[in-house]
């Protein structure tokens, strides 16, 4: 299966009590994680986290899925073609 870049784009409702479930599903598919960056968006009272991937659509769905769901975990991918 051919690899894949892709923009994903995570929205966390409460930071704190989930952090810690988001940083080890992200760990564990940090093979296929090219950049992060985290911004916590104080007047909305949620954090967004913004990665570039490249993997497999395969890999890309379950980093996804097992993200979204998790409680208060909104996730968004723009794959390339």
Not at 41 to 52: D, G, N
Not at 59 to 69: I, K, Y
Request: proline share 1%; glycine share 12%; hydrophobic share 45%.
């Amino acid at each position: 299966m051919e690899d894949r870049i892709a923009v994903v784009g995570i929205l966390i409702e409460d930071r704190e009590g989930i952090a810690q479930q988001v940083n080890k599903v992200l760990g564990e598919f940090g093979n296929i994680i090219v950049g992060r960056m985290g911004i916590p968006y104080r007047e909305k009272e949620v954090s967004v986290i913004s990665l570039i991937v490249n993997g497999t659509t395969d890999q890309l769905s379950a980093m996804s899925g097992q993200l979204g769901n998790l409680e208060g975990v909104k996730v968004k991918s723009a794959v390339t073609a």
